[in-house]
């Protein structure tokens, strides 16, 4: 097959849309250069990708597997740019991260804050996602690295534990367990909770942990940012559990944060994720180094109720 990068960035694009007009647009060419595109593509690989209406776009049998491999190729790609980005100078590239909105704000923002201030001409593409996406901007070179906690190793991606934390409850002041400064986690089970939805990995060590100690947490609110959570917690909604790295902002609400007994026995681990054999560009080299050391250091003074 004779395929270009320009039709498989096309086809992507209108795969993931399902639209013509709005493929173009993310693509940066006219309809007319997309449909036109996809039929080369189409003739190249011997049968069609998408039905055609005047309005939808619908993806055909096989059109997903081959999804999957040019979403390999282009990552590749993307991976090559970014490490060539920069070469062995500071002064240009750029560098992408991606983890969960409450890991960024407080496990990597301190880092970049520094980072940026050092080598300002370095343009710093963050990503706050869930555990699922995270990995798969990993996987399709959308950004450098990222920082997920596991429940198992991504395939095709290289793993490093990197951080491990420790659980504590938050609270409204005006709680009955505001008075506490340490609880055990059955108190935790006895009142109402409010928590991130699934997709995130602190709730799902939290699920897991409930159902090893036997435990079910009463989840009466939901929601799908740590702010939105905290939040609520502040209005008196319930409690919540969060990583001693979120421990900070929540103070800045003026929450309550309690030690939970035994909760260093069930740490929470983070782990970097790469894409395997990729070479980091300089600038996303010196950021994780910084990072490292960071972490680290943090690991020597662990957060404390």
């Known amino acids: 097959m004779n395929v270009t990068l320009k039709q498989l960035r096309v086809f992507c694009a209108l795969y993931e849309m399902r639209s013509f007009?709005?493929?173009?647009?993310?693509?940066?060419?006219?309809?007319?250069?997309?449909?036109?595109?996809?039929?080369?593509?189409?003739?190249?690989?011997?049968?069609?990708?998408?039905?055609?209406?005047t309005r939808s776009v619908i993806p055909c049998d096989g059109a997903a597997d081959f999804y999957a491999y040019a979403q390999e190729v282009l990552g590749t790609i993307r991976a090559a740019e970014r490490s060539m980005s920069g070469l062995r100078?500071?002064?240009?590239?750029?560098?992408?991260?991606?983890?969960?909105?409450?890991?960024?704000?407080?496990?990597?923002?301190?880092?970049?804050?520094?980072?940026?201030?050092?080598?300002?001409?370095?343009?710093?593409?963050?990503?706050?996602?869930?555990?699922?996406?995270?990995?798969?901007?990993?996987?399709?070179?959308?950004?450098?690295?990222?920082?997920?906690?596991?429940?198992?190793?991504?395939?095709?991606?290289?793993?490093?534990?990197?951080?491990?934390?420790?659980?504590?409850?938050?609270?409204?002041?005006?709680?009955?367990?505001?008075?506490?400064?340490?609880?055990?986690?059955?108190?935790?089970?006895?009142?109402?909770?409010?928590?991130?939805?699934?997709?995130?990995a602190v709730r799902r060590s939290l699920d897991r942990l409930s159902a090893k100690l036997g435990l079910s947490f009463s989840y009466r609110v939901e929601a799908g940012l740590l702010t939105s959570v905290l939040s609520m917690?502040?209005?008196?909604?319930?409690?919540?559990?969060?990583?001693?790295?979120?421990?900070?902002?929540?103070?800045?609400l003026g929450l309550r944060v309690i030690g939970i007994e035994d909760a260093h026995q069930q740490g929470h681990e983070l782990s970097l994720i790469r894409r395997r054999n990729a070479r980091l560009s300089f600038a996303a080299e010196t950021f994780l180094q910084d990072l490292k050391v960071h972490l680290e250091e943090r690991g020597r003074s662990p957060e404390k109720a």
């Open 21 to 53: 007009t709005a493929a173009a647009r993310a693509a940066f060419v006219t309809q007319s250069a997309v449909s036109k595109l996809c039929a080369e593509l189409e003739a190249e690989v011997g049968q069609p990708l998408f039905e055609r209406s």
């Open 89 to 200: 100078s500071l002064e240009r590239g750029v560098v992408g991260v991606a983890t969960s909105p409450l890991m960024m704000i407080g496990l990597v923002g301190e880092p970049i804050r520094a980072f940026h201030r050092r080598y300002p001409g370095v343009k710093l593409d963050l990503y706050e996602l869930s555990s699922d996406d995270t990995i798969e901007h990993v996987r399709h070179g959308r950004v450098d690295f990222g920082i997920v906690a596991l429940e198992e190793a991504p395939e095709h991606l290289e793993t490093q534990v990197i951080y491990r934390d420790t659980m504590f409850a938050v609270c409204a002041p005006a709680h009955p367990l505001a008075r506490l400064t340490v609880v055990l986690w059955k108190d935790l089970a006895t009142h109402d909770h409010v928590a991130l939805r699934n997709v995130y």
């Open 233 to 252: 917690v502040q209005g008196g909604l319930g409690i919540t559990v969060v990583p001693g790295y979120a421990c900070h902002f929540a103070r800045q």
